[in-house]
């Protein structure tokens, strides 16, 4: 893969400087917004806290899931919103980054592993970039065959792909006596991550982190995207047949892409694993592939900053839902959460069909627009007497 | 430069080319003309590795190609202009082009992007707007320009005045014979005998998957068959008045102008 820019003298065409206003602008405001959050909660001036200033709906724990989904949003949105591959199956590489740290950090021992190497504070993160490889390779294989599928066919085999990988969880990988996955329990006990004696643990500490990591693929995101490979995989989107003749590899490109997200959510299913200290199957089935597309669609498909607002939406959303919806009509039940969200759902898609990000934008400029048109048209009537 | 041996290619079991055999030498512009489903479209896929032929080999540069695929036959220096011209309609014009220099990495890259807008001045002008909103026209020019970016030493072109206004036509045949000046090889194809045979030195007739004539485009151009078939000479096709003050068969808005068979710009087939 090349990532590399285009030669100085296309720069001086002016190709990569609104992409660069735009993201810089993108960067402030994510920074500024987790900063001013994560400020309120870690120093706690004034005895406030974010969980008493918005009646315990936004936590450090929730904001660090917005992080991780963000981690694998990213890849997801390079994948189906600029490569124009659907993949119904994402949670699957999620699962299995979490349970490759899950299983290489609790049950090292069983795995005939040396305690001097399983008990090293770099342990968990050497495993965590191994799992990031192995699902990256993983995924390499899968995509050869599958992505030469298209459209509904690729959905499907991506869905199928993801059932596998939910029932090898559950299943304990197919061999029970190891009992490496913990069946339908999963693994317990996964220890905290550490730098030397540093421990990142409480929620502060780990916020951090994972927003570092967070950033840090965003801008991998970004970069990728404003690259000559970024062009490629918007190419094999607009006629594969087209990106065929001017000479790209096309179900190269793909399947490389298709690695990328999946290590990514691979890396994201390592954090997720060290965050919750457990892990199961069941939060890696087609429930959760269906949510982070969900998520990738509401924060905008083709847009690597709708990563990070998709996320927080969704699970604000839900959030808001499962509190508020009993306060405001008392008596309904569980299920009414789900229809609800799903109505929500279907309200922003009819209105914002390009996702949050780019919906807000473009209502922005319509805005300013017609607003500078009703001023016109007020100074032309002006030297008329009317108003 | 280019060698097509005995090729027969199969869409399933329908057999769309058959033992079909072509050379095109350095500095020509070879026409391939023929009728809808004649076969045409399908050598040129099969030439540039997106259709895998079934028997008989392809030679560029006599390298054999037949079993490379597409990616690497663009590296060869095999550049296709797709039929419909499938340019990336969400993309800007300038990334389209960018597309075209895809397997390049040298640094000449915006200056043959600024050649490009000097061969297709109105692509410069529209260098930032979505390929998809450009007429036509201009995509056409933008899938010529497209496949010029790899420098290539044969440009192959899908039927490049299909859905053209008939100026426009003529100017992308002169494009054409232009190119040729500067040095590119180029196979045509058209369905549009009489437009190609214009600016071919050689051509070759596809039916049904079978070459049934060659010659230079002279030859053709008086042969019989041809002129009966495709150039519509024949009693049984109606001859419809074309204007001689504006060049080259500018048809006259008439309803005849449909079965027109002096048209360049004629869609149909050969009947």
Known sequence: ?387 | MLRVENVSTFYGEIRALNLVSLTVAPGEIVTLIGANGAGKTTLLNTICGMLKARHGAIYFEDKPISDLGPEAIVGLGVSHVPERRQVFATMSVLDNLLLGAYQRRDPQIGQDIAQAFELFPILKQRQKQAAGTLSGGEQQMLAIARGLMSRPKLLMLDEPSVGLAPLLVCEILEIVADLRRRGTTILLIEQNARAALKVADRGYVLENGHIVLSGTAQELTADEGVQKAYLGKGNRLQLARCRADVERYVCLDDPAVNSCALCPNRNGGNS
């Open chain 1, 1 to 387: 893969m090349n990532l590399q820019r285009q030669p100085t003298a296309l720069r001086s065409l002016g190709v990569n400087a609104r992409a660069f206003s735009r993201d810089f602008i993108g960067y402030l405001v994510l920074i500024l917004l987790l900063g001013g959050m994560g400020w309120i909660e870690i120093v706690q001036p004034g005895d406030l806290s974010l969980p008493k200033l918005t009646g315990g709906l936004l936590t450090l724990d929730m904001l660090t899931r917005v992080g991780l989904f963000t981690i694998v949003l990213v890849g997801l949105n390079l994948l189906m919103g600029y490569a124009g591959q659907v993949s119904l199956g994402q949670a699957a590489f999620y699962g299995m980054g979490a349970f490759f740290s899950a299983i290489l950090t609790t049950r090292a021992a069983a795995l005939g592993i040396p305690a001097s190497l399983s008990q090293a504070w770099w342990w968990a993160w050497l495993v965590m970039f191994a799992g990031m490889l192995l699902t990256g390779a993983c995924a390499y294989l899968i995509g050869v065959p599958i992505l030469r599928l298209r459209g509904h066919y690729l959905a499907m085999a991506t869905l199928g792909m993801g059932v596998v990988v939910y029932v090898l969880l559950k299943e304990n990988l197919a061999v029970p006596q190891l009992n490496l996955t913990g069946g339908f329990d999963g693994v317990h006990s996964i220890p905290r991550l550490r730098i030397g004696d540093f421990v990142i643990w409480p929620v502060t500490r780990y916020f951090v982190l994972v927003w570092f990591f967070t950033f840090l693929v965003i801008a991998l995101g970004l970069n990728i995207v404003n690259s000559r490979y970024g062009r490629v995989l918007r190419a094999i989107h607009a006629s594969q047949s087209a990106a065929e003749s001017v000479g790209v590899a096309v179900h190269k490109s793909k399947a490389q892409i298709f690695a990328l997200s999946a290590a990514l959510a691979s890396l994201a299913g390592s954090l997720y694993a060290h965050f919750q200290a457990a892990v199961i199957p069941a939060t890696f089935g087609f429930g959760e592939s269906l949510e982070l597309v969900i998520m990738s669609s509401v924060g905008g498909l083709a847009s690597i900053w709708g990563a990070p607002f998709g996320a927080f939406a969704v699970l604000l959303l839900k959030e808001l839902l499962r509190t508020q919806l009993r306060v405001v009509f008392p008596g309904v039940k569980g299920e009414f959460e789900a229809i609800a969200f799903g109505v929500l759902l279907i309200v922003i898609m009819i209105s914002m069909p390009e996702g949050l990000t780019t919906g807000m934008l473009k209502a922005y400029r319509r805005w300013r627009a017609a607003r500078v048109l009703k001023q016109e048209i007020a100074e032309s009537l002006e030297p008329l007497g009317m108003k």
